[in-house]
């Protein structure tokens, strides 16, 4: 049974980019419903977001600059609007929040012991470690971006390919990497309301699976009694085979870079680029390519200026992508 959401973004830390706040989005429309959703600090500068947010039915909370304390009149806000939820509405059953603030413990904390999951989404740059760790389940923004294929707008009329796209990215998102075909259909139409296998020349979805299963190879269609299974194809599943070396690394780390920027990413905390490598080259280790340590990688990298290092407040290393 899907679940339902109430998600609730802070625009700030989620950079205020429509992209970014799609995949968001999509990424909570994989796992349920959203049946109420509210972004913070919304200012004429947002003006490219009114789309998408009209389109989920999101409301807004204007950013209104007054005095020293506008952010944390925004958190608290934002709190209130959750617990507000939490007590009064009985199909809420799971809440996104979009920031890395450690000031939500207390209210992830309050809504985890009424019974609810909380799924925490921050820039890897601002994440607070209690945070992540108080979330029943948390993840980085820059991983929930990486590597999308991104179908046309939701308005538009869906291609095959964007089926097919869509199709990867949900069973990418099952864990295993399979799915019956009916809930498949039913994760399909929670992101695309206007998607239809008639609009793509099949009468009906089983036949559309097959179609898309021979022309792009991405899934296989199999029957288990009499349930139609749809499976990652293990092609499609499999990291690149290309393999890294000291000539090697610096483009492929500059490319690696170079996504994360077009994704609206300007800093990017160095595990999380080193798990995006691996996630391509899991054999990747420093002394494959004559280093040490990922710290001695990041600084042979900054030489080269594909990047620059930077600490934060705290004292941690970040990747700024020039």
Do not use: P, W
């Given at each position: 049974m899907a679940s339902h959401f109430a998600l609730f973004a802070d625009l700030e830390n989620c950079g205020g980019k429509k992209s970014m706040l799609i995949d968001v989005i999509e990424r909570v429309k994989i796992r349920g419903d959203i049946l109420i959703g509210k972004v913070y600090g919304y200012t004429d500068s947002h003006s490219d977001l009114k789309e998408t947010l009209l389109s989920n039915t999101f409301a807004v909370v204007p950013s209104l600059r007054y005095g020293r304390s506008q952010k944390n009149s925004m958190d608290i806000q934002l709190v209130i609007d959750a617990l507000d939820v939490a007590y009064t509405n009985p199909l809420i059953d799971s809440f996104c929040i979009v920031s890395g603030d450690s000031d939500y413990v207390p209210l992830v904390g309050?809504?985890?012991?009424?019974?609810?999951?909380?799924l925490g989404i921050s820039r890897?740059?601002?994440?607070?470690?209690?945070?992540?760790?108080?979330?029943?389940?948390?993840?980085?923004?820059e991983t929930v971006t990486a590597g999308k294929e991104r179908p046309g707008p939701s308005g538009e009329a869906l291609t095959a390919k964007d089926v097919n796209d869509l199709i990867v990215t949900i069973l990418g998102e099952s864990g295993d990497g399979e799915m019956l075909a009916s809930e498949v259909k039913g994760v399909l139409l929670r992101l695309r309301p206007n998607f239809s296998e008639k609009s793509v020349g099949c009468s009906t979805f089983g036949k559309l699976l097959s179609r898309l299963s021979q022309q792009f190879g991405d899934f296989t269609v199999e029957t288990e009694q009499y349930n139609l299974i749809v499976c990652l194809s293990q092609r499609h599943s499999q990291p690149s085979g290309e393999q890294m070396t000291r000539e090697s690394f610096p483009r492929i780390f500059g490319r690696i870079l170079r996504e994360y920027k077009e994704d609206g990413f300007d800093r990017v905390n160095p595990s999380i680029l080193k798990s995006a490598v691996q996630a391509e080259y899991p054999d990747f280790t420093?002394?494959?390519?004559?280093?040490?340590?990922?710290?001695?990688?990041l600084?042979?990298?900054?030489?080269?200026?594909?990047?620059?290092?930077?600490?934060?407040?705290?004292?941690?290393?970040l990747v700024r992508i020039p």
């Open positions: 309050k809504l985890k012991s009424m019974g609810k999951f909380v890897s740059e601002v994440a607070s470690g209690v945070f992540m760790s108080a979330c029943s389940e948390f993840q980085f923004l420093e002394r494959q390519i004559g280093l040490r340590r990922f710290s001695d990688v600084r042979a990298l900054e030489r080269e200026g594909l990047l620059a290092l930077e600490t934060d407040e705290s004292g941690n290393m």
